[in-house]
């Protein structure tokens, strides 16, 4: 499976713009990036996910590099309720149907009140 | 929509005991998943099904763990006999159908054998 890379921690002060960078140099043309996020004591929740385009949403966008080796996820504007376990993760989409997503260790974000 | 309904919220045992949980999809969705969170680990895959069939077990960690999935609504991971390396917290998700791409996350069972 391909891999990914995220930073281990990152702080942000509440109400100022994130991006959250993940490296995937062996991604393949049939990997979608997801990402997910964990809030303290919950399980993960769906933010994003894409394949070539940025993509935008009511949580966040997508940035996605033009050779698909990285992306960030941008939350535009930090709450304290965005403090959480962010992971970026590739799904092979080439077998129709699957399923599998595999976390890594993703990115604890910090929110300075 | 109730979400994912999972049960029991924690559960302590002691080693050697079966420890059943439960997991109840939200309504409607086609995909199953169990998976397992561990500090050493992270957050593993167990198994999953489609329309209540099996189609990787590939993360089940040995013989002691079975999971059913007997209808749409429910489900059920099973640990015979358990022991303390079980400690987890123990998320079950489900997700719509093929072409959606969400999968939705109960609050999890924190299980602590002892």
């Known amino acids: 499976d391909a891999k990914t890379t995220q930073p281990n921690s990152m702080e942000s002060n509440e109400e100022e713009p994130v991006h959250l960078p993940c490296n995937h140099s062996?991604?393949?043309?049939?990997?979608?990036i997801h990402w997910y996020r964990q809030l303290p004591s919950q399980g993960p929740e769906y933010v994003i996910h894409?394949?070539?385009s940025n993509v935008n949403n009511r949580m966040a966008s997508l940035a996605i590099a033009e050779d698909r080796k990285s992306s960030t996820l941008i939350l535009h504007r930090a709450t304290l309720r965005d403090a959480a376990v962010y992971y970026c993760?590739?799904?092979?989409?080439?077998?129709?149907?699957?399923?599998?997503?595999?976390f890594g260790t993703g990115t604890r974000l910090t929110i300075i009140p | 929509d109730a979400g994912v309904i999972q049960s029991p919220r924690h559960e302590v045992t002691e080693m050697g005991q079966e420890v059943t949980l439960r997991c109840k999809p939200i309504?409607?969705?086609?995909?199953l998943f169990w998976y397992r969170q561990t500090m050493m680990r992270g957050l593993e895959l167990l198994i999953y099904?489609?329309?209540?069939?099996?189609?990787?077990d590939s993360g089940m960690p040995e013989d002691r763990f079975s999971a059913k999935m007997p209808n749409a609504s429910f489900s059920t991971l099973k640990i015979q006999p358990s022991e303390p390396r079980d400690s987890a917290v123990y998320f079950c998700?489900?997700?719509?159908?093929?072409?959606?791409?969400?999968?939705?996350f109960g609050p999890g069972t924190r299980l602590t054998v002892t």
């Open positions: 998700a489900s997700r719509g159908d093929v072409y959606s791409y969400e999968q939705y």
């Open positions: 062996t991604i393949s043309g049939t990997d979608y």
């Open positions: 894409g394949l070539t």
């Open positions: 993760i590739l799904r092979d989409a080439s077998n129709f149907g699957n399923e599998k997503l595999t």
């Open positions: 309504s409607g969705h086609n995909s």
């Open positions: 099904f489609n329309n209540n069939v099996p189609i990787d």
